[in-house]
T-cell receptor, first 114, second 113 residues
Framework: NAGVTQTPKFQVLKTGQSMTLQCAQD?????MSWYRQDPGMGLRLIHY???????DQGEVPNGYNVSRSTTEDFPLRLLSAAPSQTSVYFC?????????????FGEGSRLTVL | AQKVTQAQTEISVVEKEDVTLDCVYE???????LFWYKQPPSGELVFLIR??????QNEISGRYSWNFQKSTSSFNFTITASQVVDSAVYFC??????????FGQGTELSVKP
């Protein structure tokens, strides 16, 4: 059972480039979310989705875009990368409606923007 | 607005000491959930506990225990007889009616042999 799979695990971008972080889960979870982790800041919610076709903004949504066309996939797009987006990104999913249950996390994607 | 505060940025203890990690939260919701997660040096995030706002009973799981007090908006985590393997960053989190799970800044626990 793969759980939550994130790709790529590492990525280096130049300022202004765009890219997509992929997230897939095989647990049929309705709730999925993206967090970024920065030193001293904890985990901050970027975007989340309570089901296919439904997305909403979290605490730090600027510069990121998401879509949820299927239950399994929840990609995170960086539209024009900036050095401030250098971070470790985690995708997570939950079985409870609305995300009130235990979160299952991917292994993280370390992004560096030069 | 929701907020979670973990005032202890770093804690260092010697093995076998007891240690308490503090978590204070703010929310206007009447129904909410509190969580603790562990992030060991390997980087993955591991679920430890979930508690709903209507259940103030303390919980014990082996060497771990949690003290939930609505009167002080706190959900503290105690490790009894700490071990080196407990070294990790620990996050407290709050899920409210707005549908967002908000994390605290984390407490880095170092247990020295």
């Amino acid at each position: 059972n793969a759980g939550v799979t994130q790709t790529p695990k590492f990525q280096v971008l130049k300022t202004g480039q765009s890219m997509t972080l992929q997230c897939a889960q095989d647990m049929n979870h309705e709730y999925m979310s993206w967090y970024r982790q920065d030193p001293g800041m904890g985990l901050r919610l970027i975007h989340y989705s309570v089901g296919a076709g439904i997305t909403d903004q979290g605490e730090v949504p600027n510069g990121y875009n998401v879509s949820r066309s299927t239950t399994e996939d929840f990609p995170l797009r960086l539209l024009s990368a900036a050095p401030s987006q250098t971070s470790v990104y985690f995708c997570a999913s939950s079985s409870r409606p609305g995300g009130a249950g235990e979160l299952f996390f991917g292994e993280g994607s370390r992004l560096t923007v030069l | 607005a929701q907020k979670v505060t973990q005032a202890q940025t770093e804690i260092s203890v010697v093995e076998k000491e007891d240690v308490t990690l503090d978590c204070v939260y703010e929310t206007r919701d009447t129904t909410y959930y509190l969580f603790w997660y562990k992030q060991p040096p390997s980087g993955e995030l591991v679920f430890l506990i979930r508690r709903n706002s209507f259940d103030e009973q303390n919980e014990i799981s082996g060497r771990y225990s949690w003290n939930f007090q609505k009167s002080t908006s706190s959900f503290n985590f105690t490790i009894t007889a700490s071990q080196v393997v407990d070294s990790a960053v620990y996050f407290c989190a709050l899920f409210g009616e707005g549908g967002k799970l908000i994390f605290g800044q984390g407490t880095e626990l170092s247990v020295k042999p």
